[in-house]
Every structure is written in C-alpha cells, then in structure tokens.
C-alpha cells in the first residue's frame, strides 16, 4: 500500500527539548515537504528537498533542522530554538517535475 | 502565483452535487489550476487539476472557463464524506520541488 506516513500522531514534549518527527514515503518520489500549520491557518512551507543529501530552507525554517540520507526519509527536528513550536506538521512528497503534492497525516506537536 | 477568491463556506445536502466556485481573474497563460481538499486534522488530499480543458478524475470534475478566469469544482454525489476545507491553488508549472501556497479555501459542510 503506497504512500506516506508520519509518526506518530500526537506528540508531547517539555519546553527545550528538541524533537524529531517522523516522515517516510514509498511512493519513490523524489521531492520532499514539511509544512508546518497552525489553527485556522493556511500551511506554511519549513524545509523541502528536491534529492537525496541536499534540502533547501522555506518560508519558515528558523529553529527547525532536516536530513535527507534516504530517498525515502525525510525527518524533521524541531530544536529549543523554534519559539512556537506547538503545531499540526505535515510531510509531503512529489515526482519532481510534477506539481501534484501527496501528503502524509500530519503529526500534532504539542510543548508543554 | 495568482490570487484565488473562494467564498468561505457553503452547505450541500447528502447525495446531490457540490459545485465549489473559485475566481482567479489574474491567472496568467502558464497557471494551472489545482484543487485540495482538507478534512478536519488529517493532511491535505489532492483532489484535480488543469490548464484550460474541462478534467474529470474518480474524485471530481473541474470546469474552468474559456477565459480561464474562474473554475467551478464539482462533486457530482456529495457524502458526508466530503465535509472538508476545499483549497484552489494557481501556480505555474515549474518542474521542481516548490511550496504550495493555500488560501483561506472554502468550508463544505455535507448535510443529511
């Protein structure tokens, strides 16, 4: 069964610790997302990365950091840096060359 | 990418056809249109898109007009199902990995 996952769905951390969110896809596509939105809010672009090893900050990539070791990985660390890191963060993917973005079911950060 | 109005929110009873406008009076030759849709807490789910000429996938059917400065989403035998957040997004084609920007959207509530 094709597609994306991100886990897990709920997440609770102390205030200052970083933490690394999940995401894999094993659709083989080559582009990958993160967005982060917040309630009521449209979705705001963190970090993409169109290959393996290389990624490209977005709007918002201040106290957020990712890696890209696997085609198939694309992980998201929110650091003690990030000042509002309570959000709904959502993993995409998509064939580059293409527009269509899939994405997967998001994880809910909550700091406490 | 070009400005989308969409209106906030409409109802549609359970069974008959859902027809989501969408003005986008400044799309220029190379736009496409793409519709979203956004069930409450998951993650976005592509739903269409086209250039010009009329698409219709297993989901829904996009009508855009012959001056392209407007489209109309339809889904043909709404569910509950179809309750959502329906996003129109125009943007170019760019053959990279590049964000997605979503608007306000329009809030479908799906009735009995």
């Known amino acids: 069964d094709g597609g994306i996952t991100q886990s897990p769905k709920y997440l609770f951390r102390k205030e200052g610790q970083n933490v690394t969110l999940s995401c894999e896809q094993n659709?083989?596509?080559?582009?990958m997302y993160w967005y982060r939105q917040d309630p009521g809010q449209g979705l705001r672009l963190i970090y993409y990365?169109?290959?393996?090893?290389?990624?490209q900050k977005g709007d918002i990539a201040e106290g957020y950091s990712v890696s890209r070791e696997k085609k198939e990985s694309f992980p998201l660390t929110v650091t003690s840096a990030q000042k509002n890191p309570t959000a709904f963060y959502l993993c995409?993917?998509?064939?580059?060359?293409?527009?269509?973005?899939?994405f997967g079911p998001g994880t809910r950060l909550t700091v406490l | 990418d070009a400005k989308t109005t969409q209106p906030t929110s409409m109802d549609c009873a359970e069974g008959r056809a859902a027809n989501l406008p969408c003005n986008h009076s400044t799309i220029s030759g190379n736009e496409y249109v793409y519709w979203y849709r956004q069930i409450h807490s998951q993650g976005p789910q592509y739903i269409i898109h086209g250039l010009k000429n009329n698409e219709t996938n297993e989901m829904a059917s996009l009508i855009i007009t012959e001056d392209r400065k407007s489209s109309t989403l339809i889904l043909p035998h709404a569910t509950l199902r179809d309750t959502a957040v329906y996003y129109c997004?125009?943007?170019?084609?760019?053959?990279?990995?590049?964000?997605?920007?979503f608007g306000t959207g329009t809030r479908l509530q799906v009735t009995l």
């Open positions: 995409a993917s998509s064939i580059v060359g293409t527009d269509t973005q899939y």
């Open positions: 997004i125009v943007r170019p084609y760019t053959g990279t990995a590049s964000k997605l920007t």
């Open positions: 990365s169109q290959i393996v090893n290389d990624f």
């Open positions: 659709l083989n596509h080559d582009a």
